[in-house]
């Protein structure tokens, strides 16, 4: 049993900033990477940016530096500080995992998304 579970969205005006936080938890053995996706309606669900166990990132190039992951591998949680937040930001937030079970099992892992609309 692995869940994972997203806070920290919610409305936010334009030039804002919020701070996502996603958290593991179950029989975890090993994470191997964690990141943020994002859906808006109508949209393809798209990386935001990705980050491993050894602290290697990736982000999507049209964020311009305005988002940054980070981890916390004690306690399996990655965070999205997003600033500088504009309208086009409005989407569904997912948090994704590939994890490895104490059972040998490796899946990729999704929560249940939070919600960051931002609007005046």
């Known amino acids: 049993q692995v869940q994972l579970v997203e806070s920290g969205g919610g409305l936010v005006q334009p030039g804002g900033s919020l701070r996502l936080t996603c958290a593991a938890s179950g029989s975890i053995f090993s994470i191997y990477a964690m990141g943020w996706y994002r859906q808006a309606p109508g949209k393809q669900c798209e990386l935001v940016a990705i980050?491993?166990?050894?602290?290697?990132?990736n982000y999507a190039d049209s964020l311009k530096g305005r988002f940054t992951i980070s981890r916390d591998n004690a306690k399996n949680t990655i965070h999205l500080q997003m600033n500088s937040l504009k309208p086009e930001d409005t989407a569904l937030y997912y948090c994704?995992?590939?994890?490895?079970?104490?059972?040998?099992?490796?899946?990729?892992?999704w929560g249940q998304g939070t919600q960051v609309t931002v609007s005046s």
């Open positions: 994704n995992a590939d994890i490895t079970t104490n059972w040998g099992i490796r899946n990729g892992y």
């Open positions: 980050i491993t166990s050894g602290g290697n990132t």
